[in-house]
Every structure is written in C-alpha cells, then in structure tokens.
C-alpha cells in the first residue's frame, strides 16, 4: 500500500513559479511510474506529467512542455514538479499519483492505483 502526500501549493502572479512536492510511504518499485494530475473547477482531471521510477523516463502535456519539469527522489521517495512562468489557466487542485503496474500510457487517468489528496495552486492574472 502506498500513501501520496502532496505539498507546495499556494497563490502565486502571472509569470511566477511554484515547485510542488509529493512524499510517498512505503515501497515504490522500479516499475512503478509516478505523475501529476490537475483538476480545474468544472473540468475533467487531466494529465501533466509523469515519471518513471526504472529509467527517469519523463513525460509532459502538452500545455505545460517547456514550463513544467517534473523529477524524482528515489533516495527520499519524493516526486516534485517544478512550475515556471505560471498562467492563470494553471490554476487547479493538484494531485500525485502513482501507477503500480505500467501498461498503459503515463496519461490515462484510470491506469493509476493510488492518488493524493490534492493541492491548491492558483494563478492571478
């Protein structure tokens, strides 16, 4: 069982930058991929990022390649994701999650096995 505790959001301006983290308890695998999601208010939770926890493999949507980089600790069990020149359509709740047996693409929501709690990132225009 894996528990996913995200931290790090918060309000920031138009152009600014957050660096959200998320800690995990007990065992991540080598096979695991671990990524971020995001859910605006009224929308679909959608895809941001991911990592692979065997090869460093990253992953990005669109919207946020260029802006976002996402990176892990395998020594602390951590997955952060760092968020530059942040826009007001990034605003939404931010979620971790972890996939415990990849065999689907790093963005299908439903391929994920456990998820955080979310946290709050809001960008003011």
């Known amino acids: 069982q894996v528990q996913l505790v995200e931290s790090g959001g918060g309000l920031v301006q138009s152009g600014g930058s957050l660096r959200l983290s998320c800690a995990a308890s007990g065992t991540i695998y080598s096979s695991y991929v671990m990524a971020w999601f995001r859910q605006a208010p009224g929308k679909e939770r959608e895809f941001v990022a991911s990592?692979?926890?065997?090869?460093?493999?990253?992953s990005y949507a669109e919207s946020v390649k260029g802006r976002f980089t996402i990176s892990r600790d395998a020594a602390e069990n951590t997955v952060a994701l760092q968020m530059n020149a942040l826009k007001p359509e990034d605003t939404a709740v931010y979620y971790c999650?972890?996939?415990?047996?990849?065999?689907?693409?790093?963005?299908?929501?439903?391929?994920?096995?456990?998820w955080g709690q979310g946290t709050q990132v809001t960008v003011s225009s």
């Open positions: 999650a972890a996939d415990d047996s990849p065999d689907s693409p790093p963005s299908a929501i439903s391929a994920y096995d456990y």
């Open positions: 990592v692979s926890w065997r090869n460093n493999k990253k």
